[in-house]
């Protein structure tokens, strides 16, 4: 039957207001297609901290664990940024979701969409065309490290681990995703320096092997954002840590013009989260101006993972129709813009008004 629990947990700042149009949106194509989406809400983040102490209460573990997927907002609140000497953080609630789910695999698809490629900070001929599917590694490396700060505040590090195994699986899906697309993996990593990195590429030059049709090209994560600027047409499948995963990303994301227009899965054997990848936005919280694409989309994948195929497309088709007809908010529109939940107005009255089984 198509019976699914969908963990939601709106989060910091806009979160709460992105997810709200992704569960509208979910629900209208949970009627289209009759499938019975069980929404269950918990708290994650700040919010988390400030009622209960713990930015992932135990509670909200749980109903992550029993739910076929996650859906998940954004996390941060300024409280904690101005005050670096806060013990409990929101993001520390993230991170031990991550861990604690397994989600070993975290995917950022960067795409442009031809209608707004003069957004772009690039050149639209740089930028037009561009279609990256970037896998960062997201529960080991220097975030999951032995971490350490003297008591006199002299001095701190931060360790880099990796062991084969954590590299094997994600490599894995790096490859098999590459298969499925134009058939290249480019490794983004610093192995001119790191013990770390070396590893990676002995590892995945190995697994390569598997793939006799899929390319692998390594660059240095410098020069890969160098070149993310200058070509990033060059780029299909990316394959890196934890780390310069963060970073290139958030590079690559303003290639499209908007960061609220990107989603990310991140996969593990048992679990899955579904996220935008923009954060928590704090100055634009409860004015009605962030862009719910993103978060949308993010729906999208986390359709696609429960192989609800048909109706993850007909969303992308929803969204890509709103973009082209200028229905956006006001990051991609300054004229003519409009407010979040009428932007996901707009993609429930296309679904609705194109499925035709909706009425039945
Ligand atoms: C991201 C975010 C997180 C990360 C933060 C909020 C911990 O920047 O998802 O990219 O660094 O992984
Ligand atoms: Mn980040």
Same mark, same amino acid.
Do not use: M, W
């Given at each position: 039957s198509h019976n699914y629990k969908i963990a939601v947990l709106p989060g910091d700042g806009i979160g709460p207001e992105v997810t709200a149009e992704s569960v509208k949106v979910l629900n209208v194509i949970?009627?289209?297609?009759?499938y019975n989406f069980q929404f269950e809400y918990a708290k994650m983040g700040a919010e988390a901290i400030f009622e209960t102490g713990n930015p992932l209460p135990e509670e909200t573990l749980t109903v992550c664990k029993n739910a076929d997927a996650v859906l998940f907002g954004a996390i941060g609140d300024p409280y904690?940024?101005?005050n670096p000497d806060a013990k409990v953080r929101p993001e520390q609630g993230l991170l031990k979701l991550r861990k604690?789910?397994?989600?070993?695999?975290? $995917?950022? *698809?960067?795409? =442009? /969409? =031809?209608?707004? =490629?003069? @957004?772009? *900070?690039? @050149?639209?001929?740089? %930028? !037009?065309? =561009?279609d990256i599917q970037i896998y960062r590694e997201l529960i080991s490396g220097i /975030?999951?490290?032995?971490?350490?700060? !003297?008591?006199?505040?002299? &001095?701190? &590090?931060? %360790?880099?681990? &990796?062991?084969?195994?954590?590299? %094997?699986? $994600?490599?894995?899906?790096a490859f098999q995703d590459a298969q499925k697309r134009r058939k290249k993996v480019t490794l983004v990593d610093k192995a001119n320096v790191l013990d770390t990195s070396r590893l990676w590429r002995k590892v995945v030059q190995e697994i390569a092997k598997d793939y006799p049709d899929v390319t692998l090209e390594f660059l240095f994560v410098d020069n890969a954002a160098m070149q993310m600027i200058l070509n990033p047409k060059q780029f299909d499948v990316i394959l890196t840590e934890n780390m310069f995963g963060d970073i290139i990303s958030d590079e690559a994301s303003v290639i499209g013009g908007s960061i609220g227009l990107l989603p990310s899965a991140s996969i593990g054997n048992d679990n899955a989260l579904f996220e935008p990848i923009h954060g928590s936005y704090p100055q634009a919280k409860g004015k009605g101006i962030a862009n719910p694409i993103a978060s949308i989309l993010s729906a999208a994948m986390l359709l696609d993972y429960l192989k609800l195929d048909v109706a993850a497309n007909k969303?992308?088709?929803?969204?890509?129709?709103?973009? !082209?007809?200028r229905y956006v908010t006001e990051d991609l529109n300054k004229e003519q813009n409009y407010s979040t939940s009428e932007v996901g107005d707009?993609?429930?009255? /296309?679904?609705?008004?194109?499925?035709?089984? /909706?009425?039945?």
């Open positions: 949970a009627q289209a297609f009759q904690f940024d101005n604690e789910l397994g989600l070993f695999a975290n $995917i950022r *698809p960067i795409k =442009t /969409y =031809t209608s707004l =490629t003069k @957004k772009s *900070p690039l @050149k639209k001929e740089v %930028v !037009d065309g =561009t /975030y999951f490290g032995e971490k350490f700060t !003297d008591e006199n505040g002299e &001095y701190a &590090y931060d %360790v880099c681990k &990796y062991s084969k195994d954590e590299i %094997v699986q $994600i490599a894995h899906l969303l992308r088709e929803a969204v890509e129709h709103a973009i !082209d007809h707009f993609i429930v009255d /296309y679904i609705k008004f194109s499925e035709k089984s /909706y009425y039945n």
